[in-house]
Every structure is written in structure tokens, then in C-alpha cells.
């Protein structure tokens, strides 16, 4: 049981942590993210049987489509914490390390490149976008962001645990 609050606690901790990082970025520099709106819309076609589209914006709404997006996107990041507190040693969590989990951010962007954006529509790496090159920097600084969500969420973890 405390490994499952352990988990959840980080993944919806780096979760929010990203979340901030794209309402910053939105509000003080007027810079778009990710509407989770398409990814509800890329999950609610999942019973139809259809995981791709060209693209998405293109492809009819869903129903709550708004509302499983933000599921979706908080069950990868507990989902992202969980397969991250697989491959670190028990140690860590006790006095946490920031280079771990950013690293790991970063690696997560692999996700996003090689299935989401693809089957969004958008391309491996996001190629078929507008300015495929500020796309990708962007993703990697959003990961880059959750993993430092994940340090961040460790630390009064750690502090409770201790």
C-alpha cells in the first residue's frame, strides 16, 4: 500500500509540476501546449476500434472528451512514476537526487515522439507539424520538467517517510 501511495504521489505530483511549467509558458510567453482535449479525443476513439488519425483535430469529437484527456494525462504521469520507481534502487527514495529523474524525464519524451504524436497525426517527432524543431524542444523541456516534478514530489516523500 505504500508503494502505491508512493507511486501516485509522485506521478500526480510531476504531474502538476508540469502542468505549471505549460500554464507558464502559456500565460507569460504566450507559448501553446498540448490541448488534452485531442488526447481525450485519440482515447474516446479507442472503443471504435481507432488509435490513429491524420490528424486528430480532423477527426469527429467525443463525448467528455476534455474529461479523459486530463484522465489520460494524469494516469501516464502515475503511470510514468511507477515504471521510474522500477528501475530506481530503494535508497533513493530516502534522499533523493535530482539527476535520476530528470534523466528519466527525458527518456519519456520517446513516448510522446514515437506513439502520441504519430498516432495524434502529427508525425514520428512530431515531423508533420508546422516547426517541427520547436515542437520537439518543447516536449523535451516539458519531460525534462516532469522529471524534475518527480525530484520535487520525492523530496517531502522522503521527509515523511524519514
Known amino acids: 500500500m505504500a508503494e502505491l501511495v ?11 509540476v508540469m502542468d505549471g511549467w505549460s500554464l507558464g ?8 501546449t ?14 471504435k476500434g481507432r488509435f490513429t488519425h491524420d490528424p486528430i483535430v480532423q477527426s469527429p469529437p467525443v ?3 476534455k474529461w479523459f484527456g486530463w484522465v489520460a494525462h494524469y ?8 515504471a521510474f520507481s522500477l528501475l530506481m534502487v530503494p ?3 530516502d534522499s533523493p537526487t535530482p539527476q535520476p529523474p530528470i534523466l528519466f524525464g527525458l527518456v519519456t519524451v520517446l513516448v510522446p515522439f514515437l506513439v502520441m504524436q504519430p498516432a495524434l497525426g502529427f508525425g514520428v517527432a512530431a ?3 508546422p516547426d517541427p524543431l520547436s515542437a520537439r524542444l518543447r516536449s523535451l523541456a516539458t519531460h525534462a520538467v516532469f ?9 517531502p516523500l522522503a521527509q515523511f517517510a524519514g
Do not use: K, N, Q
Open 25 to 32: 509558458l502559456r500565460r507569460l510567453l504566450g507559448i501553446s
Open 63 to 65: 463525448a467528455g472528451e
Open 34 to 47: 498540448l490541448d488534452y482535449r485531442l488526447v481525450g479525443r485519440w482515447v474516446g476513439h479507442f472503443p
Open 127 to 129: 515531423s508533420r507539424t
Open 91 to 93: 535508497d533513493w527514495f
Open 75 to 82: 494516469a501516464i504521469g502515475i503511470g510514468f512514476a511507477w
Open 6 to 16: 508512493r507511486v501516485v504521489s509522485l506521478g500526480v505530483g510531476a504531474t502538476l
Open 147 to 155: 522529471g524534475l516534478g518527480l525530484y520535487l514530489s520525492a523530496l
